[in-house]
């Protein structure tokens, strides 16, 4: 019983563990340098220096802020919703997420080294860490995610011989 109950949680844990890795590994990666490519006009780069110089305070206001401005494309995706158009709400949804997260993490590297003046940030910032690190390792030692690992390194090593060998001739 207990080694079907295991099973159970790994099917269903898997997925869901898998999409928020590559949603951190991928996602995160692109976004970041997209907007670093923003960051280089100049009004975003004097926009970023000035966050920069913030004390801890203002620092910590400023990286919770995109959370209340993404409420009006969830107040969109909502509308969309109740008159039927749910592809447009879930559309709405996805783009405040991918908006929201680009911005978050922007102003997470900008604003790291003022929010780790803040004593009980650090502690947080921490703890949060080392607890997804631990269900990271707990997820990746499971045997479906390093059957789906090696499944997508054979994909992608055949997706590359496959491309090289097209582009050799």
Known sequence: MKRHLKRALELLLVP???AIVFFEDVLLHYLGLAMAAIARWPPIARIEGWLAGLPPWAALIAFAAPSTLVLPVKLAAVWFAMQGK?????GAIMLGKVVATALVARLYKILRPTLLQ??????????????RDR???FVRALPAWQAAA?????????LVELVSGVTSR
């Not at 803040?118 to 607890?131: G, H, I, K, P, V």
């Not at 090696?150 to 055949?158: E, F, G, Q, T, V």
């Open 16 to 18: 869901v563990a898998a």
């Open 86 to 90: 749910f592809v447009l709400a879930t």
């Open 118 to 131: 803040l004593s009980w940030y650090l502690r947080a910032e921490t703890w949060l860490f080392d607890f």
């Open 135 to 137: 269900v990271y390792g």
């Open 150 to 158: 090696n499944a997508i390194r054979r994909a992608k090593a055949w």
